[in-house]
């Protein structure tokens, strides 16, 4: 009956970390993607800004309307990257605790066999 219940915590432990491992692969191709996303959004602000300078109208005020909305999309997309990479902490820090209960388990169960062993001796 112990080795059940043991088996099964292992079991239910094993799946936590292989789901926590699931979230933080997924996490991790959000920020890739939104990386990405902010690459783009700083190439086209560089190259909107170099055609403004090079043009004779730079000042115009669709220049400007284009001008301040990549900014504005560039700040939104950056402010969400810092959201992600507060939860992709907490992810971690989940994943380690889930660890340390899995080997404090494993520990306990070591240490219950080999106080059987012993007391058999």
Do not use: H, W, Y
Not at 32 to 38: I, Q
Not at 90 to 96: A, H, T, Y
Request: hydrophobic share 40%; proline share 1%.
């Amino acid at each position: 009956m112990p080795d059940d219940i043991m088996s099964l915590a292992l079991r239910v432990m094993e799946q936590a970390i292989a789901d926590n491992d699931a979230d933080l692969r997924q996490m991790m191709d959000e920020m890739r993607k939104r990386r990405e996303a902010l690459d783009r959004l700083r190439k086209a602000l560089a190259e909107l800004t170099r055609i403004r300078e090079a043009s004779a109208s730079g000042e115009s005020d669709f220049f400007k309307s284009i001008s301040d909305f990549l900014a504005g999309s560039l700040q939104s997309v950056g402010d969400a990257t810092g959201l992600m990479q507060q939860r992709l902490q907490m992810l971690m820090d989940r994943r380690s605790k889930a660890m340390e209960m899995l080997s404090n388990i494993l520990k306990k169960q070591s240490d219950t066999a080999s106080c059987i062993i012993k007391n058999l001796k």
